[in-house]
T-cell receptor, first 115, second 114 residues
Framework: DVKVTQSSRYLVKRTGEKVFLECVQD?????MFWYRQDPGLGLRLIYF???????EKGDIPEGYSVSREKKERFSLILESASTNQTSMYLC??????????????FGPGTRLTVL | AQTVTQSQPEMSVQEAETVTLSCTYD???????LFWYKQPPSRQMILVIR??????QNATENRFSVNFQKAAKSFSLKISDSQLGDAAMYFC???????????FGQGTRLTINP
């Protein structure tokens, strides 16, 4: 079975802090994604990556950056956390490369609270 | 841009009965994929069912089936013989060649009454 893990289930940070959310997948998947989930809005794509050191902006990249130094790891960075970034963050991965759709496998999520 | 709409924020059903969750989408593409994902409370989101737009036959996975109406841009999920383990948030999602990303609906929270 594909396993996608996220570094924390719950995280509390203060406004202005730099926050790192880590995601690791163990199935050699090409694609990795970061979403945020908010009630009534569903999942919105923040960033995604089709390969190591590649990144593409999603629908709501403002205030976020990402890093993919190794194929299995995709990090989401909040450079200066703000209260409107309080949310559930979901990481996902899928096997196939750019231009293909495939089942996305999700991590358990990180519920981030910014005070 | 493609949009996905789930008009039912919450639904409930008695155990063992059948429930249908609605989803509509807006697109100008002819070739695309549609998905239903399930997110149980405090558990990971998993794929329930997938439909290719070029296939006329509705997808089925055990107790889960879809009613895909391409002309109406409708993609509903039917759960037969509902079980307590079916309680979850259900998300409808669209993937097309244009955007090459999943576009999710707002979600429907399904409650199963024993």
């Amino acid at each position: 079975d594909v396993k996608v893990t996220q570094s924390s289930r719950y995280l509390v940070k203060r406004t202005g802090e730099k926050v790192f959310l880590e995601c690791v997948q163990d199935m050699d998947h090409e694609n990795m994604f970061w979403y945020r989930q908010d009630p009534g809005l569903g999942l919105r794509l923040i960033y995604f990556s089709y390969d190591v050191k590649m990144k593409e902006k999603g629908d709501i990249p403002e205030g976020y950056s990402v890093s993919r130094e190794k194929k299995e790891r995709f990090s989401l960075i909040l450079e200066s956390a703000s209260t409107n970034q309080t949310s559930m963050y979901l990481c996902a991965s899928s096997l196939m490369g750019s231009g293909h759709t495939d089942t996305q496998y999700f991590g358990p999520g990180t519920r981030l609270t910014v005070l | 841009a493609q949009t996905v709409t789930q008009s039912q924020p919450e639904m409930s059903v008695q155990e063992a009965e059948t429930v249908t969750l609605s989803c509509t989408y807006d697109t100008s593409e002819s070739d695309y994929y549609l998905f239903w994902y399930k997110q149980p409370p405090s558990r990971q989101m998993i794929l329930v069912i997938r439909q290719e737009a070029y296939k006329q036959q509705n997808a089925t996975e055990n107790r889960f089936s879809v009613n895909f109406q391409k002309a109406a841009k409708s993609f509903s999920l039917k759960i037969s013989d509902s079980q307590l383990g079916d309680a979850a948030m259900y998300f409808c999602a669209y993937w097309g060649q244009g955007a090459q990303k999943l576009v999710f609906g707002q979600g429907t929270r399904l409650t199963i009454n024993p």
